[in-house]
């Protein structure tokens, strides 16, 4: 029986990648969204994957969401906690709504989406979570004050969550991606791309979804069982830890 990932903002960007790149690598796959229920719906028709609409930093949201995929598709073995939100500004004009909204969305999700799987995974002995981090959170950006602190966050959260669970065969790993070719990158204006963007970048381009969603179907794999409380940076090399 294939086993259950469960693929958080798992319909748009980064997140449809993963979703698709497990389906792919014979995982039957849950993929979560917020939102846009169109975009979910497209996403549902053209891959065959289920969606599932909760709020990922509603713990009660979460828990009720969580045992329906797991009563319509299994016990959820593999965990991606991929969504997340920005509301930028700079710190000195940042309001506390906009702060909490990225903590709650970004950072809270953490125990809101893990705390209902981690008990099956432990009984179980097998569980691989893998969470998706971002560069900004490795080396801070102006204007990201409250989305580089929830991903430096999700860091500090992998590191104790993979100790207090490698001898029960639960990994918990992070990627940390740099500019990837999303929807969000692309808006980007076309000179500022090339002006002030891909320069900073050694490789010379962005990254692409697709190489996210192969570093996230090996570090849910089985053969990744050795690896755990790692942060694997994928940025091109525009920012080296």
Not at 82 to 102: C, K, L, P, Y
Not at 108 to 132: K, L, Y
Request: proline share 3%.
């Amino acid at each position: 029986m294939a086993r259950v990932a469960l693929v958080t903002g798992g319909t748009r960007g980064i997140g449809a990648a993963i979703s698709q790149a497990l389906k792919k690598a014979g995982y039957t796959v849950a993929a979560n969204y917020g939102g846009n229920d169109e975009a979910a719906n497209t996403f549902k028709n053209k891959t065959g994957i289920p969606v599932y609409k909760f709020d990922v930093g509603d713990a009660s949201a979460c828990e009720t969401s969580i045992r329906k995929i797991e009563a319509d598709l299994g016990p959820i073995e593999i965990l991606v906690n991929n969504a997340g939100i920005t509301r930028d500004g700079m710190f000195h004009r940042m309001t506390f709504e906009q702060w909490s909204a990225v903590i709650r969305t970004n950072l809270d999700s953490m125990f809101a989406c893990t705390r209902p799987v981690i008990e099956g995974m432990r009984e179980r002995g097998f569980g691989r979570i893998v969470i998706i981090s971002s560069i900004n959170g490795q080396k801070g950006q102006m204007g990201q004050s409250n989305y580089s602190a929830a991903k430096a966050g999700v860091v500090g959260f992998a590191k104790a969550l993979a100790q207090e669970n490698a001898a029960k065969g639960v990994t918990v790993n992070v990627i940390a991606p740099g500019y990837i070719a999303t929807e969000m990158v692309q808006a980007v204006p076309e000179e500022v791309l090339k002006t002030k963007i891909l320069p900073l970048i050694p490789v010379g381009r962005l990254g692409e979804a697709d190489e996210v969603a192969r570093g996230v179907v090996y570090l849910a794999s089985d053969e990744a069982g050795f690896i755990t409380g790692s942060t694997l940076s994928m940025n091109g090399g525009q920012y080296m830890v």
